[in-house]
């Protein structure tokens, strides 16, 4: 049965994890660097720019790294992040008696231990922004901006028992190819080139805090970093919104009209906020069936015939083409892959 929503199937590009593997690769062993991506099921991958991520490699990856580097932020920040930590940090923010001052908490806790960044809080009339400010001329390291920023955003979330709405997330670093992949990570607008990387929320949207029981956070804890660093997509872009429409849908045959009507708008309108999204009907419907083949190939119940047929190919040859376009591997040695990382 298709789960309601596709976070389960989000996938980034291979781009948009390099400056992690370059962060890992300066604090682990060539060997254990090799060993780190092979497990993950990432060792057939990494080196291929067309190359598709999914959330289940990221989250292993980050678990193997996390353990094995001795460093729970994986080699992102120039001080290691010590084992225990993301628990120290669970409850301190559980003791918040509202969202504002668990951004508070989160902040406090972080420049206890970051040499190179700084948080500050900045709150206003109706908003509320935590910014991430530069102590020194350390070029800015993408992945772990994304990262933290997100950690935020979950672990908020986290308190709320919801997903927290985000007014706007900026980044301190230009527009790179991959901008689209920070859509299937915020559920808000994002933007480059920003004097300092930060979140921005609206204090009205902020609401308050759940208690959460030790057992809860450690469920968390267990669960890390899968319950923060991918959106539900319940606050969304619009792409994500008819990504979300076509997956719960007969997506093969459903056409942009269909999408239209469904979502409440006319198909101009539709189309219009697509292009502000810098994608198109089209090209989210492809994108759907790549995350559904990546994710059959994976599991490896079907074959690659089925899967080419279940994703709207009229041969194996024409879904053979398209995925080597689409990843940069062929079908078979993308499952071989995941078939050799599922045995480590």
Known sequence: MRRPDTASLATVSQPFIEDWLSALRRCSAEAEMASFLERSGLGA?????????TLDQIVRLYKIAAVETGDEMTGLWSRPIRHRTLQHLLATVRESGSLPSALHRFSTFWNLLLDDFQFELRTGAAQIDLMLLPQGDDQVQRFG???????????????????VP????????????????????FPAPVHFDASASGLSFDLAQLSPPQT??????DAFLARAPR????????EHS??????????????????????AQALGMSRRTLTRRMEEDG???QAIKDALRRDIAIRDLREGRKSIEEISQDVG????????????RWTGSTPRSYRSGAERASTV
């Open 313 to 324: 190919f009229s041969s194996a040859a024409n879904f053979h083409r398209a995925f080597r």
């Open 212 to 217: 959460r029981s030790s057992a809860e956070m």
């Open 145 to 163: 901006h994304m990262l933290i920023l997100k950690l935020a955003h979950g672990l908020l979330s986290w308190l709320a028992g919801h997903e």
């Open 279 to 281: 994608t198109s009907f």
């Open 45 to 53: 991958i990494h080196d291929q720019p067309g190359a598709r991520v």
């Open 227 to 234: 319950d923060w660093i991918f959106t539900s997509y319940h």
């Open 238 to 259: 619009q792409s994500l919104r008819v990504r979300a429409f076509l997956f719960r849908s007969d997506w093969v045959g459903c056409s942009l009209s269909d999408t």
């Open 166 to 185: 985000v007014r706007a997330v900026h980044f301190a670093f230009d527009r790179p190819s991959f901008a689209q992949d920070y859509s299937v990570i």
